[in-house]
């Protein structure tokens, strides 16, 4: 009976069937449930990896010692793992390896919306597409084929649309993989000039067989159509809006496998059809190869280059009509995402707001802290470039600036920086905003959490023996929910005239294992509407009929809000 | 059949991830063609959140635009109206009357719209909203709006059973809350 899955449920599947034996990746939305449900197989063994980089080079390790391999990230993690990604193409693998890399059109949790198709294309390797749930499965399957027949890793590459959408799936059961033991070949393993001057003319001649492969697979599959004033051609998700736009109406090139792309196939297709449309997401990746191969076509011009398209985006430009909605004649407010009522980052990003300090952040949920009310955020560029632009910022004579970071980012890539920081010797104050948890991406265990992707207990980087190791002499730990406490140590270690870590450490208000106190409430009578407790942005608290008001449903009893009523109007609340 | 839509929209932390999963179940089992679509990560802490449920014989696209929703299933007046445009002209919205202040409300920034439902009934939508948060409480826990809310939905539904539904629910929901869940979805649907 067909299942109900997730794309990344059944991308996990896929591993699980195809014999996949080990996997490691960086949780990154919209990827993190292909390994979190991978790892609910025992047959694979699966962990977080500190970041992208260093899964890939695992990944690579494993399928070297002859098992089906894996790593999965999202978009910005392939920019972490590039170095790795451009070689191993040139060594080839042992075992299958297969990468899947998941792309955020619409930057739905993202910093930008980079298209992935371009690293297949850059370093030479193929890369597959699924359309639905069903597809995930059966490409991650023959991801493996293809990367044992053609000696070379494979890129799935997915979207969030692709990644967090259900839809029926028909599952089968798991083989074990053919065994593939270890050999030593220096020729092939060893990068150095000599050996890989002789792999890249293998790696070309695999393009080329594998552009042969792309012409003949049903991967890419045309579906005829009744009329063809107009031939789409397309992949991924578009695929699903075209066909919901126009039904059989007309004849669509889906192509499964992105790249290499079959260039006969499509100068057919083209040739069949009097207009030639590519309906694509982002960049005209496979547009401006038709026009390479000098075929006429549209795309970008109709589609642009933003976000994401949809059934409605792609039927109006081929001018098929749809039908409006009714619109409200109302201004209605946004409702952007909140640190969550008892979020620990809230009463540390009070307290640089405070202290006027240039903050130079980093990606997680605490990137939040740079929203109005508490705007206590000023740079946020990338994983770990808080610590090393913070540096910089220093060396250029910058002033008052610190750097924030979570305790997953600093594991990721914001030690390097703080190396720099040790090494190069500016006047600089990191603070570690230490939840004991990877947040944004919802709650995935990390190096200084002492747990594995299981929740078994693992190995536990500590935070304060590493810093001092590096040299640091000045390295305290506040709690963000004690505001004189964050206060003085911010003051002091800005005033100090060495480099320091602060270390804000308090678990994460959402972990199941955090006991919550009772939820406070404000006494009417006391209390003098001055507004001072709605500077932290806490979404339990409100102005209700002039006075402050604690939603008792939300409130975690924290305490922040009530550090700031001068007129003690904040008391425990009954429940 | 062509596919029909159905939209939750909710504020983060709602419990819309029960509500489809539970549709989605369910509808499975009548044995269509089923896609929900969601989205995870920054816009779950606090955001609005959008929840797509479609189904018929075939399901194409994983996502409802705007025009096609034959239902927005609304756990707060505020979500309902911001996605008004996604209804069809003879769609129908089943809401909770729960109001949920956004950052900008509290901040003073902005103001919650006033009489929103009066509103959209005068532009001629079929609003069916209830004080979902009061009969979930009164089923045992506030955190049941979800299947108040579905068991009100229920109620359009002429061609699926109670019996389906009960057995969608027993499936979805770990088994110490079942009957709390059964209670709040018998009091959504004969409210």
């Given at each position: 009976m067909k299942q109900l899955m997730q794309g990344n449920t059944a991308a996990a599947r896929g591993l699980y069937e195809a014999g996949c034996c080990v996997a490691s990746s960086y949780p990154g939305t919209p990827s993190t449930e292909i390994t979190e449900e991978a790892a609910k197989y025992d047959a694979i063994y699966c962990e977080w990896a500190p970041n992208e980089k260093v899964a890939m080079e695992t990944a690579f390790g494993a399928s070297l010692a002859g098992k089906r391999s894996f790593c999965g990230m999202k978009h910005v993690g392939l920019n972490v793992a590039a170095d790795p990604l451009f070689t191993v193409s040139y060594t080839g693998i042992n075992a299958g390896m297969v990468i899947c890399v998941a792309d955020d059109p619409a930057m739905h949790s993202s910093q930008n919306e980079q298209d992935s198709r371009h690293y297949a294309r850059a370093a030479k390797l193929p890369m597959l597409e699924p359309s639905d749930s069903q597809e995930a499965l059966t490409f991650f399957k023959r991801a493996y084929d293809i990367s044992e027949e053609y000696d070379t890793p494979v890129i799935v590459k997915m979207c969030t649309r692709i990644a967090h959408s259900q839809s029926l799936v028909e599952t089968g059961e798991r083989h074990e993989a053919p065994a593939h033991p270890y050999e030593k070949n220096i020729a092939k393993y060893v990068m150095m000039p000599g050996n890989a001057m002789k792999r890249h003319p293998i790696v070309e001649e695999r393009t080329r067989k594998l552009q042969e492969f792309a012409e003949h697979t049903d991967i890419n599959r045309t579906d005829t159509g009744q009329d063809n004033a107009i031939g789409i051609i397309t992949s991924s998700t578009c695929y699903q809006y075209v066909k919901e736009a126009c039904g059989d109406k007309f004849p669509v090139l889906k192509l499964g496998m992105i790249w290499p792309l079959p260039d006969e196939k499509l100068k057919t297709f083209a040739g069949s059809v009097k207009r030639l449309v590519v309906v694509e997401e982002l960049d005209g990746f496979i547009e401006e190869h038709c026009r390479a191969l000098g075929l006429m076509c549209e795309g970008k011009s109709l589609f642009g280059y933003l976000g994401e398209l949809s059934q409605n985006i792609v039927a109006g430009k081929l001018n098929i009509t749809t039908t409006p909605g009714v619109k409200l004649d109302e201004k209605i407010p946004p409702r952007p995402p909140v640190m969550c009522a008892g979020c620990p980052h809230r009463g540390l990003f009070y307290t640089l707001n405070r202290a006027k300090c240039t903050v130079l952040g980093d990606i997680g949920c605490y990137t939040l802290g740079a929203v109005a009310p508490l705007s206590a955020m000023e740079m946020t560029l990338c994983m770990g470039?808080?610590?090393?632009?913070?540096?910089?910022?220093?060396?250029?004579?910058?002033?008052?600036?610190?750097?924030?970071?979570?305790?997953?980012?600093?594991?990721?890539?914001?030690?390097?920086?703080?190396?720099?920081?040790?090494?190069?010797?500016?006047?600089?104050?990191?603070?570690?905003?230490?939840?004991?948890?990877?947040?944004?991406?919802?709650?995935?265990?990390?190096?200084?959490?002492?747990?594995?992707?299981?929740?078994?207990?693992?190995?536990?980087?500590?935070?304060?023996?590493?810093?001092?190791?590096?040299?640091?002499?000045?390295?305290?730990?506040?709690?963000?929910?004690?505001?004189?406490?964050?206060?003085?140590?911010?003051?002091?270690?800005?005033?100090?005239?060495?480099?320091?870590?602060?270390?804000?450490?308090?678990?994460?208000?959402?972990?199941?294992?955090?006991?919550?106190?009772?939820?406070?409430?404000?006494?009417?009578?006391?209390?003098?509407?001055?507004?001072?407790?709605?500077?932290?942005?806490?979404?339990?608290?409100?102005?209700?009929?002039?006075?402050?008001?604690?939603?008792?449903?939300?409130?975690?009893?924290?305490?922040?809000?009530?550090?700031?009523?001068?007129?003690?109007?904040f008391e425990e609340g009954r429940k | 059949m062509t596919t029909k839509n159905i939209m939750i929209v909710g504020v983060g932390g709602q419990g819309s991830v029960l509500a489809s999963k539970l549709l989605g179940h369910l509808l499975t089992a009548q044995g269509y063609d089923v896609k929900v679509s969601e989205v995870h990560g920054m816009s779950q802490r606090g955001g609005s959140v959008v929840t797509y449920v479609r189904y018929g014989e075939k399901v194409y696209s994983p996502v409802i635009d705007k025009g096609q929703a034959d239902f927005i299933v609304s756990f707060e007046l505020l979500e309902a109206a911001r996605n008004l445009e996604y209804l069809k002209q003879s769609g129908q919205i089943v809401t909770s009357t729960q109001q949920i202040d956004p950052m900008p409300v509290i901040t003073g920034a902005m103001s919650y719209p006033e009489n929103l439902l009066a509103k959209m009934q005068t532009l001629g939508v079929k609003v069916d909203a209830l004080d979902c948060v009061k009969l979930a409480e009164e089923a045992g826990s506030v955190k049941a709006v979800n299947l108040v809310l579905l068991g009100r939905l229920s109620h359009y539904f002429d061609d699926i059973t109670p019996g389906a539904w009960h057995e969608a629910i027993t499936s979805c929901v770990p088994g110490k809350f079942i009957e709390l869940n059964m209670k709040a979805f018998a009091l959504g649907r004969e409210a």
């Open positions: 470039a808080s610590v090393s632009a913070l540096h910089g910022f220093n060396k250029a004579g910058g002033e008052n600036a610190v750097a924030v970071i979570g305790d997953s980012t600093f594991m990721h890539s914001g030690m390097t920086g703080l190396a720099n920081i040790a090494y190069n010797q500016s006047k600089s104050v990191v603070i570690i905003l230490d939840n004991s948890i990877t947040g944004m991406t919802g709650h995935q265990q990390n190096p200084t959490t002492g747990k594995n992707i299981k929740g078994d207990p693992a190995g536990k980087i500590d935070l304060e023996s590493l810093c001092r190791a590096m040299g640091f002499r000045r390295v305290r730990v506040v709690d963000p929910y004690n505001l004189k406490e964050c206060a003085d140590a911010v003051s002091e270690e800005l005033e100090a005239e060495e480099s320091s870590v602060i270390i804000s450490r308090r678990p994460c208000a959402l972990l199941k294992y955090v006991k919550h106190n009772k939820p406070l409430h404000v006494d009417p009578a006391k209390c003098r509407a001055c507004s001072s407790c709605m500077r932290i942005g806490c979404p339990a608290l409100a102005m209700k009929n002039g006075k402050a008001h604690v939603d008792d449903t939300l409130c975690v009893g924290c305490g922040v809000c009530e550090q700031l009523c001068k007129f003690d109007a | -």
